[in-house]
């Protein structure tokens, strides 16, 4: 699992309830991104950020706010705005825009 | 924006035989193509990629092919191995723009 960390393995979300995942890289990748898994419809890109204090929304992004203080540290807050937040977030670095996506292991988001 | 289609979304093969997969993309300006694999509960890696001033590129059993012309790309795996078996993932980014966007995914299962 070395290079990019995501964390916790599993989360629970209560109703009402704001959650965030934790995404850590020490690849010294500018480039991070945070996709949701879905069951057949692929990966879709939630933001991502090319630069520290800077993001963009992607696709899905209603519902999801991110920061980008460090380089390291890409976190997703799933707020109580996301109606349907159970899926799979994978979190992603890469070093620019034309190489290697690295993803981590991965956060299964499920709500009680 | 970008839009990606793949087909087929699920694909069995003997062993020994070849398998294709294609996929389409919208935005003519789009120049990188990475095809990524996800092992059942693994995280997505990258096996192979091209870019647009390639038609063709090899790696041992894989293989991507590239027309541009027609806004379309495919994944060729030769001499198929059990340990082939997994979902495979298309993409397509747009020159100088961070965001990658991906298929709906192909779930690749090898007979034996």
């Known amino acids: 699992d070395g290079g990019i960390t995501q964390s916790p393995k599993y989360l629970f979300r209560k109703e009402g309830q704001n959650v965030t995942l934790s995404c850590e890289q020490n690849l010294n990748h500018d480039a991070m991104y945070w996709y949701r898994q879905d069951p057949g419809q692929g990966l879709r890109l939630i933001y991502y950020?090319?630069?520290?204090?800077?993001?963009q929304k992607g696709d899905i992004a209603e519902g999801y706010s991110v920061s980008r203080e460090k380089k390291e540290s890409f976190p997703l807050t799933v707020t109580s705005a996301q109606k349907n937040p159970t899926a799979f977030y994978l979190c992603?670095?890469?070093?620019?825009?034309?190489?290697?996506?690295?993803f981590g292991s991965g956060t299964q988001l499920s709500v009680l | 924006g970008e839009n990606v289609e793949q087909h087929p979304s699920t694909l069995s093969v003997q062993e020994g035989d070849s398998a294709v997969i294609k996929c389409t993309y919208s935005d003519s300006a789009s120049n990188y193509f990475p095809w990524y694999k996800q092992e059942l509960g693994k995280r997505p890696q990258l096996i192979i990629d091209?870019?647009?001033?390639?038609g063709e590129k090899k790696d041992q059993r894989i293989a991507v092919t590239l027309n541009k012309t027609a806004k379309h790309f495919s994944l060729h795996i030769t001499e198929t191995q059990p340990e082939d078996s997994a979902v495979y993932f298309c993409a397509a980014r747009e020159f100088g723009n961070e965001k990658l966007t991906f298929g709906t995914g192909t779930r690749l299962t090898i007979i034996p």
């Open positions: 950020s090319q630069i520290v204090n800077d993001f």
């Open positions: 992603a670095s890469s070093r620019g825009s034309q190489v290697e996506l690295f």
């Open positions: 091209i870019r647009s001033n390639v």
